[in-house]
């Protein structure tokens, strides 16, 4: 079994002050760059998804703007694979499902945000391709949601998220529990 760890978005745009500030993205980021370390410790590799805004009326994640850039907590090493992405799922026209395959990868672990957007569709998407998928619910953030008159808060949106996808799309496990299995 070789695994990766696949972070997903962790950028500026979702931080305080940024474009789409997420709740509770500075605890999720600070979970992921555990995480980060962990692999790094191990050896293991790592792939950084980079969202960058490619539709005209995109508000966030706007190329060459602060938002756009990788958090802090996480900047990619100069040999860390980052990949860009201009969909939700990070499979869709993008070299990732190459660069798994080509290095053996059948196992992901994955973070970053938004829960309910992209972290949701590429761990659907990485199961349906056939990868053993491990969502680390501490090291992922998401943002109230609407619809019609109902708000749904952050807190009840991530829960759903995270049941939905775990038993058949993901194993959902908290960061200490997959550094100690690694």
Known sequence: MTEALLLIDIQNDYFPGGAMELVGSPQAAAMAAVLLHAFRHKGLPVVHIQHVASRPEA???LPDTAGVRF???VTPFVDEMVIQKHYPNSFRETPLLAHL?????????????????CIDSTTRAAADLGFRCVLAHDACATRDLSFGE????????????????HGLFAEVLSVEAICAGL
């Open 59 to 61: 508000t966030f994640f």
């Open 71 to 73: 958090h802090s907590s």
């Open 101 to 117: 395959r080509d290095h053996h990868i059948d196992t992901l672990v994955i973070a970053g945000m938004m829960t309910h957007m």
């Open 150 to 165: 109902v708000t749904v808060a952050a807190a009840a949106v991530q829960a759903a998220f995270l049941a939905a996808l």
